[in-house]
């Protein structure tokens, strides 16, 4: 379950257009699975030595770069979003509303 699971988030973590975001609940929601989000994150985390999967726009319901400790070195996440021109301010994503994408539902 849970590597077919993980296997469905990264399925949709990969059509995250760059310069977009979207949350671990958007992703939980998309899969049917609303209540899930923790379950997201786990698989985010564990997608670290993916380069296929862009995990780095994955973040919080709030745009709050929550995963940013699974990347190496301290700002990589962050600089890896600035160099898609997003912009980010306290590990908040500044204008999340107009960067969020959201996953088409039951993928």
């Known amino acids: 379950m849970e590597d077919n699971f993980?296997?469905?988030?990264y399925t949709i973590a990969k059509q995250i257009p760059e310069g977009r975001?979207?949350?671990?609940g958007a992703i939980a929601k998309a899969l049917g699975t609303a209540r899930s989000a923790r379950m997201v994150g786990w698989?985010?985390?564990a997608s670290h030595n993916?380069?296929?999967?862009p995990a780095?726009?994955?973040v919080n319901r709030n745009g709050l770069l929550t995963g940013k400790h699974h990347f190496q070195g301290t700002n990589l996440m962050q600089q890896l979003l600035e160099n898609e021109g997003?912009?980010?301010?306290?590990n908040q994503?500044?204008?999340f509303d107009s960067v969020f994408w959201?996953?088409?539902?039951?993928?």
């Open 6 to 9: 993980f296997e469905r988030v």
């Open 102 to 107: 959201e996953p088409e539902v039951n993928i």
């Open 50 to 53: 993916r380069a296929d999967v």
């Open 43 to 45: 698989a985010m985390n």
């Open 86 to 90: 997003i912009k980010v301010e306290n």
């Open 56 to 58: 780095h726009r994955v």
């Open 21 to 24: 975001v979207t949350s671990y």
């Open 93 to 95: 994503i500044l204008d």
